[in-house]
T-cell receptor, first 109, second 114 residues
Framework: GQNIDQPTEMTATEGAIVQINCTYQ??????LFWYQQHAGEAPTFLSY????GLEEKGRFSSFLSRSKGYSYLLLKELQMKDSASYLC??????????FGRGTSLIVHP | DVKVTQSSRYLVKRTGEKVFLECVQDMDHENMFWYRQDPGLGLRLIYFSYDVKMKEKGDIPEGYSVSREKKERFSLILESASTNQTSMYLC?????????????FGEGSRLTVL
C-alpha cells in the first residue's frame, strides 16, 4: 500500500515564499506529482519529479529525495491567486497515482 | 486544448436511485479514472480503465460499477445510491507513458443523495 502525508493547511503572506512538504511510503516508485486545485475547480498539473533534485518552473519549484521519501513544492513571490489546495500524488509500481489529502494554502495581503 | 467533460456539475438524487455519471475526453487517451473527493480525505480512486472494455477496481469500488464501451467515454454507475455516496466525483484521463503521464481532470460532478 501507499501512505502519503502532507500538512492540512498553511497560511502565508503575499510576496513571501512558502514550502509545502510531502512525505510518502510506497511499494515501488514511478514519479511524484503536484497538482493545484482552486475551490470548485478541477485539479491542474503543476510538476513531476522522478529523479532526485529540484525542478524549477517559473515561481514554482518541486524537489524530490527518493531515499527519504520526501518532496516539497516551493512557491515564490506569492500572489493572492495562489490560494488553493495543493495535492501531492505518488505513482507507485502499478503506475496508478495515489493522492495525499491535500494542503490548503491561504495567502493573505 | 485538452478537454475532459463531465456531463453534470450538480446532481441531487434519492436513496436507492440508479445514478449515471458520464465522462468524455477528446485526447484519444487510453487510461481513464474515477475518483471521489471528500473533505479531509482527499482524492480516492474508485475505478480505472486501461483501455476500451477494460476496468480495474481502485481503493473504494464498493457500491460502484463502471462502463468503458468507447475509448473516449468512461461512465460511473451507482446501482442504488446511498447517502454516504454524497461526494464530489472527479473523472481524469491519461495518455501513454511516453511523457510525464499527468492526469487531466474534468470539472467534477457534485452528487447529493437524500
Amino acid at each position: 500500500g501507499q501512505n502519503i502525508d502532507q500538512p492540512t493547511e498553511m497560511t502565508a503572506t503575499e510576496g513571501a515564499i512558502v514550502q509545502i512538504n510531502c512525505t510518502y511510503q510506497t511499494s515501488g516508485f514511478n514519479g511524484l506529482f503536484w497538482y493545484q486545485q482552486h475551490a470548485g475547480e478541477a485539479p491542474t498539473f503543476l510538476s513531476y519529479n522522478v529523479l532526485d533534485g529540484l525542478e524549477e518552473k517559473g515561481r514554482f519549484s518541486s524537489f524530490l529525495s527518493r531515499s527519504k521519501g520526501y518532496s516539497y513544492l516551493l512557491l515564490k513571490e506569492l500572489q493572492m491567486k495562489d490560494s488553493a489546495s495543493y495535492l501531492c500524488a505518488v505513482r507507485g509500481g502499478s503506475y496508478i497515482p495515489t493522492f495525499g489529502r491535500g494542503t490548503s494554502l491561504i495567502v493573505h495581503p | 486544448d485538452v478537454k475532459v467533460t463531465q456531463s453534470s456539475r450538480y446532481l441531487v438524487k434519492r436513496t436507492g436511485e440508479k445514478v449515471f455519471l458520464e465522462c468524455v475526453q477528446d485526447m484519444d487517451h487510453e487510461n481513464m479514472f474515477w475518483y471521489r473527493q471528500d473533505p479531509g480525505l482527499g482524492l480516492r480512486l474508485i475505478y480505472f480503465s486501461y483501455d476500451v472494455k477494460m476496468k480495474e477496481k481502485g481503493d473504494i469500488p464498493e457500491g460502484y460499477s463502471v462502463s468503458r464501451e468507447k475509448k473516449e467515454r468512461f461512465s460511473l454507475i451507482l446501482e442504488s445510491a446511498s447517502t454516504n455516496q454524497t461526494s464530489m466525483y472527479l473523472c481524469a484521463s491519461r495518455g501513454r507513458q511516453g511523457n510525464t503521464g499527468e492526469l487531466f481532470f474534468g470539472e467534477g460532478s457534485r452528487l447529493t443523495v437524500l
